[in-house]
């Protein structure tokens, strides 16, 4: 009989930064560029929305990957729920549409707030929630996962979010959106990086099993320096806060760029990966209070 931590497990607590940050960063950041004062009724619904495609998300991955058998003894990251026999795949998979639906219902105030551009956003987000892992291409089994996240945990939720705020597509958010996205990817890349050995067993085609190790590290890397460096644009906007406010936390992110570096794939990287997360909600947290209005 599973027990209710067992869920929140295979939730993964530790992913849902990703989709925590970009609601935050859009909408505090599109109240401060339009000079409205921050809708915080439709805030808690996106927060809330998103948190469940997360989940929903997450949840998919689990059964999924255990009904294509890309989860192994071999594992190293977090139990599965379902490979690990505590749940059916069916029970798992019924409880993804579930969050699908909360999510949905969650959404409907933000629409009758905007309109048509918000079920046009919402319904390609519903269905890669299940297609990042089913359907007929799954993204994260063609080394697409990373620009997935950077697409709708970065350009999507934070422009999105920034959308519902104020009622316009903003430049600034699409910044925003890269800083944001970069940081979230870090998280799948690193994840990528420690499975790497298993996937390429089970014939998991990610950009890590694919290219390797280096290849890997070169990314994380990349997607560090663009979504700081992105930042200038802000110095020339004279929003100059908004770029050096978040740098405090750049430290955090050299430390585990450096720990992938010069550590070998493995459990350890679980703890870089916690890590990841923190350093994806710090940045958003001071990117924020910098753009309170």
């Known amino acids: ?33 339009s000079g409205q004062e921050i809708e915080w009724l439709l805030m808690a619904f996106t927060l809330a929305s998103t ?34 026999g505590l ?50 291409a799954p993204l994260a089994y063609r080394g697409l996962g990373e620009l997935f996240v950077i697409l709708f945990f970065g350009f999507v939720a934070v422009m999105g979010s920034a959308f519902v705020q104020c009622g316009e597509w903003l430049v600034g958010a699409v910044v925003a959106g890269m800083q944001i996205g970069c940081l979230s990817t870090i998280l799948i890349a690193v994840n990528n990086l420690r499975d790497l050995e298993e996937d390429r067993s089970t014939g998991k085609r990610t950009l890590a099993a694919r290219f390797g190790v280096t290849f890997a590290r070169i990314e994380i890397t990349v997607l560090l320096a663009v979504a700081y460096g992105i930042g200038l644009y802000w110095i020339d906007t004279d929003d100059t806060l908004l770029f050096t406010m978040p740098l405090a936390v750049l430290p955090l992110g050299l430390f ?24 994806l909600l710090l940045f958003a947290g001071l990117f924020c209070m910098a753009a309170m209005p």
């Open 87 to 136: 749940v059916r795949s069916e029970s798992v998979m019924m409880a993804g549409y579930v969050m699908l639906g909360l999510a949905t219902a969650l959404s409907i105030p933000l629409i009758a707030a905007r309109g048509l551009p918000i079920v046009i956003i919402g319904i390609p987000s519903l269905y890669f929630c299940y297609g990042y892992t089913g359907g007929p």
């Open 256 to 279: 585990v760029l450096i720990r992938l570096w010069t550590t070998a794939p493995g459990p350890s990287y679980n703890r870089l990966l916690a890590l990841s997360g923190v350093h």
């Open 51 to 84: 948190i469940a495609l997360q989940i929903a998300t997450n949840w998919f991955n689990d059964a999924l990957d255990f009904r294509q058998g890309k989860d192994t003894a071999a594992r190293i990251g977090p139990r599965r729920i379902t490979a690990a």
């Open 1 to 33: 009989m599973p027990r209710l931590t067992d869920w929140i497990q295979a939730a993964r607590p530790k992913t849902l930064g990703a989709a925590i940050a970009p609601v935050f960063v859009g909408f505090i950041l599109g109240a401060r560029l």
